[in-house]
């Protein structure tokens, strides 16, 4: 069992940075990967952006040179840091976690991001 909670979502301006946050708590030891996916009305689910047990990152085509995923393993804690925010940016975020054996999935509740002038 693995329980994520995010924070740090929000509303900003066209252009301006936000950084969101995931703390895990539970079975951490038998996390594989962690990552942020986001979601906007009416519009699919999609990966934003993703880090392995090894730091491996891969990130979705439109926020790339953009947003960045880090983490810190004291804290069991995983952040995207955003900038340069676009309209487009606007979704619910929600933070991930994959288990290593047979590849089970936990998600967080979500965190409202919305960019409007």
């Known amino acids: 069992q693995v329980q994520l909670v995010e924070s740090g979502g929000g509303l900003v301006q066209p252009g301006g940075s936000l950084r969101l946050s995931c703390a895990a708590s539970?079975?951490?030891?038998?996390?594989?990967?962690m990552g942020w996916y986001r979601q906007a009305p009416g519009k699919q689910r999609e990966l934003v952006a993703r880090?392995?047990?090894?730091?491996?990152?891969n990130y979705a085509d439109s926020v790339k040179g953009r947003f960045t995923i880090s983490r810190d393993n004291a804290k069991n804690t995983v952040y995207l840091q955003m900038y340069s925010l676009k309209p487009e940016d606007t979704a619910v975020y929600y933070c991930n976690a994959q288990m290593t054996v047979g590849g089970r999935n936990y998600w967080g509740q979500g965190t409202q991001v919305t960019v409007s002038p």
């Open positions: 539970g079975s951490i030891f038998s996390i594989y990967a």
């Open positions: 880090i392995n047990s090894g730091g491996s990152t």
